[in-house]
């Protein structure tokens, strides 16, 4: 029986503050953090880039003709 684990490698988050977004991201391997600010407008798209990226990453199977 095959055991498998999971090892966190990235932890992100997204922050507001008085109207002001800002990504954190954090390598946890090198223990070290990056910031950037993004604007409200990216933020906004989100969820269309994270399903872009899903399908992306993750193409359903085509539909062939029978």
């Given amino acids: 029986m095959e055991t498998s684990t999971e090892t966190l490698l990235y932890a992100a988050e ?3 503050e008085n ?3 800002t990504l954190v991201v954090q390598d946890v391997r090198r223990d070290t953090v990056q ?4 604007p409200k407008a990216v933020v906004d798209k989100l969820p269309t880039f994270l399903a872009a990226l899903s399908a992306k990453l993750n193409p359903l199977p085509s539909r062939g003709r029978w």
């Fill in 35 to 38: 910031t950037t600010p993004v």
């Fill in 19 to 21: 109207g002001t977004y």
């Fill in 14 to 16: 997204l922050v507001e």
